[in-house]
């Protein structure tokens, strides 16, 4: 059983950034395909953004890509997500979440553990 939290959320104004963190412990994190995704309130949970279990594939959203970064330091069990040039429309509740496999990493119903999120909150 994979445990994730998530820690680095907060308020930021237009423009700014942030850097969140996923700590995962309670399994091999090296082994896990690793993905961010965001939820709204009134939306469906999209995603974000991952890395392969091995840290050599990245895959961005549309509407992150050239402003987030996702990375993964396999020795401290950790993924983060880097987002620069924060935008009002980046405001949701955002997880981390662990899965076997490298298929359909975009599918949130693919991923076998989630942690409880961090709030984002960017004002205009």
């Known amino acids: 059983q994979v445990q994730l939290v998530e820690s680095g959320g907060g308020l930021v104004q237009a423009g700014g950034s942030l850097r969140l963190s996923c700590a995962a412990s309670?399994?091999?994190?090296?082994?896990?395909?690793m993905g961010w995704f965001r939820q709204a309130p009134g939306e469906e949970r999209e995603f974000v953004a991952a890395?392969?279990?091995?840290?050599?594939?990245?895959y961005y959203s549309d509407s992150v890509k050239g402003r987030f970064t996702i990375s993964r330091d396999n020795a401290k069990n950790t993924v983060y997500l880097q987002m620069n040039n924060l935008k009002p429309e980046d405001t949701a509740l955002y997880y981390c979440a662990a899965k076997r496999g490298s298929m359909d990493w975009v599918k949130p119903s693919r991923y076998d553990y989630w942690g409880q999120g961090t709030q984002v909150t960017v004002s205009s």
């Open positions: 309670g399994g091999t994190f090296s082994i896990y395909f």
């Open positions: 890395r392969s279990s091995g840290g050599y594939n990245t």
